[in-house]
């Protein structure tokens, strides 16, 4: 566990456990110099406790990373509910893990992850103020995640192909869910030509429909020729199998991790397929639930969210000048940011790329932190 934790560079793991609840929970907060860590709390079965250990650590990292490259005052962290074989009580395990939280003073703010729902979080509001995507907030993340996705896409084809706008580029979508179904509507109001596949096939319908989108089956859509291959459903889609199936200029979609490993991710380098980094393309979800809580305005939010697009830019054109792959430079980014030294090999080269990102996220929101975030921030 330590050896997981010290490659993970986390600053701080709780742990509790209230055997009148059954709660059973971890608390990974990987890094707070930006500001407090949010992150989501999963509540699904794992097969064991070391496993769920590990992905709130991983999980942790990956909020810190993501929230550093999106110009945020947060920091990354996570929690993990292991859920009971015969759960009693939900509310009252919510309620003692609303608890847990509040005694972490306000370094863990807490959100909906997979097994979790706002009414969940409604219930962990009883017992802590740390604590966001409630039911009575109202606000579903994913119309901002499709836009700072949709802006990422404009930047990588202006990158890529050289074209200003989306006019007869065409664009597989692999997923049309919360995010895929909008973003579906901004690229064909941009006048992109749409390939679909769903796994239910009534989405898929009625999203062919209202965008006179072409349906293709689920194994076949990674690949189809296209300019654009946009993965919104979920991870490792683009493995040791599919990547020399791809027939795309650039990948850039909402799904998480779609890339299995970095080993893929040099091999798409390699082959001259241009990658927005997930953690990157996908952001706006974040920045919406982050920033609502620290009290910024809706134009803040907008401002920041259409910002996605300058930093993929940024990183686009350092992997352009350094020949690394794209997810190295915004991992090496991230981790300038967060330890103000590079820990990547890949950052020596990059002190000019590195450099220029930083000015950017300096002129950001990072510094400017509204009166009703202090005590988040304290
Ligand atoms: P969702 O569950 O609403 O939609 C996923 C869609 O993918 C569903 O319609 C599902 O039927 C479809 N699907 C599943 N497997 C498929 C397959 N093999 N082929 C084709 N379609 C398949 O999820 P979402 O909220 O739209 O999120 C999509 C992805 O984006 C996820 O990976 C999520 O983690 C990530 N993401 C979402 C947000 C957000 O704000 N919702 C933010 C950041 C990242």
Same mark, same amino acid.
Request: hydrophobic content about 40%; proline content about 4%; aromatic content about 6%.
């Given at each position: 566990m330590f050896d997981t934790i010290e490659q993970a560079h986390l600053n701080e793991l709780h742990v509790t456990q209230d055997t009148a609840t059954q709660l059973r929970a971890f608390i990974a907060i990987h890094n707070t110099r930006l500001g407090p860590a949010l992150g989501g709390c999963r509540f699904i079965p794992y097969e064991n406790e070391t496993k769920a250990l590990h992905d709130a650590i991983r999980l942790a990292q990956g909020m810190s990373y993501k929230a550093a490259l999106a110009g945020l005052p947060l920091g990354g962290g996570k929690a993990v509910i292991l859920h009971p074989k015969n759960l009693i009580d939900r509310t009252a395990l919510l309620r003692k893990f609303g608890e847990f939280i509040e005694s972490l003073g306000g370094r863990y703010i807490t959100s909906v992850d997979s097994g979790t729902s706002p009414m969940d979080m409604d219930i962990v509001a009883h017992t802590t103020s740390y604590v966001t995507a409630t039911s009575h907030r109202n606000k579903d993340p994913s119309p901002n995640t499709a836009l700072g996705v949709f802006n990422g896409i404009k930047c990588a084809v202006s990158h890529q192909l050289q074209e200003d706008n989306l006019h007869n580029i065409t664009i597989c979508i692999q997923g049309l869910g919360h995010v895929g179904s909008i973003l579906a509507m901004l690229l064909k109001k941009a006048g992109a030509k749409?390939?679909?596949? !769903?796994?239910?096939?009534?989405?898929?319908?009625?999203? *062919?429909?209202?965008? !006179?989108?072409?349906?293709?089956?689920?194994?076949?859509?990674?690949?189809?020729?296209? !300019? &654009?291959?946009?993965?919104?459903?979920?991870?490792?889609?683009?493995?040791?199998?599919?990547?020399?199936? =791809?027939?795309?200029?650039?990948?850039?979609?909402? *799904?998480?991790?779609?890339?299995?490993?970095?080993?893929?991710?040099?091999?798409?380098?390699?082959?001259?397929? =241009?990658?927005?980094? +997930?953690?990157?393309?996908?952001?706006?979800?974040?920045?919406? &639930?982050?920033?609502?809580? =620290?009290?910024?305005?809706?134009? +803040?939010?907008?401002?920041?969210?259409l910002a996605i697009a300058d930093t993929l830019e940024s990183i686009f054109k350092c992997s352009q000048q350094t020949q690394e792959s794209t997810d190295m430079i915004a991992n090496a980014i991230a981790e300038k940011i967060l330890y103000e030294k590079t820990t990547t090999t890949a950052t020596v080269s990059h002190n000019y790329c590195i450099g220029m990102e930083a000015n950017h996220l300096a002129t950001g929101l990072r510094h400017q932190i509204p009166p009703t975030a202090n005590r988040f921030l304290m």
């Amino acid at each position: 566990m330590f050896d997981t934790i010290e490659q993970a560079h986390l600053n701080e793991l709780h742990v509790t456990q209230d055997t009148a609840t059954q709660l059973r929970a971890f608390i990974a907060i990987h890094n707070t110099r930006l500001g407090p860590a949010l992150g989501g709390c999963r509540f699904i079965p794992y097969e064991n406790e070391t496993k769920a250990l590990h992905d709130a650590i991983r999980l942790a990292q990956g909020m810190s990373y993501k929230a550093a490259l999106a110009g945020l005052p947060l920091g990354g962290g996570k929690a993990v509910i292991l859920h009971p074989k015969n759960l009693i009580d939900r509310t009252a395990l919510l309620r003692k893990f609303g608890e847990f939280i509040e005694s972490l003073g306000g370094r863990y703010i807490t959100s909906v992850d997979s097994g979790t729902s706002p009414m969940d979080m409604d219930i962990v509001a009883h017992t802590t103020s740390y604590v966001t995507a409630t039911s009575h907030r109202n606000k579903d993340p994913s119309p901002n995640t499709a836009l700072g996705v949709f802006n990422g896409i404009k930047c990588a084809v202006s990158h890529q192909l050289q074209e200003d706008n989306l006019h007869n580029i065409t664009i597989c979508i692999q997923g049309l869910g919360h995010v895929g179904s909008i973003l579906a509507m901004l690229l064909k109001k941009a006048g992109a030509k749409l390939i679909i596949s !769903d796994i239910n096939p009534n989405r898929t319908k009625k999203i *062919a429909k209202l965008y !006179d989108a072409q349906i293709v089956a689920p194994e076949e859509i990674h690949k189809i020729p296209c !300019d &654009v291959f946009a993965p919104c459903a979920y991870g490792n889609i683009i493995n040791e199998t599919t990547v020399s199936e =791809l027939k795309c200029s650039i990948v850039a979609g909402a *799904a998480n991790n779609p890339v299995v490993s970095t080993a893929i991710t040099s091999a798409l380098h390699e082959t001259g397929i =241009l990658y927005a980094p +997930d953690y990157v393309i996908n952001a706006g979800g974040l920045i919406m &639930v982050g920033m609502e809580k =620290l009290g910024y305005s809706a134009a +803040d939010i907008e401002r920041k969210t259409l910002a996605i697009a300058d930093t993929l830019e940024s990183i686009f054109k350092c992997s352009q000048q350094t020949q690394e792959s794209t997810d190295m430079i915004a991992n090496a980014i991230a981790e300038k940011i967060l330890y103000e030294k590079t820990t990547t090999t890949a950052t020596v080269s990059h002190n000019y790329c590195i450099g220029m990102e930083a000015n950017h996220l300096a002129t950001g929101l990072r510094h400017q932190i509204p009166p009703t975030a202090n005590r988040f921030l304290m």
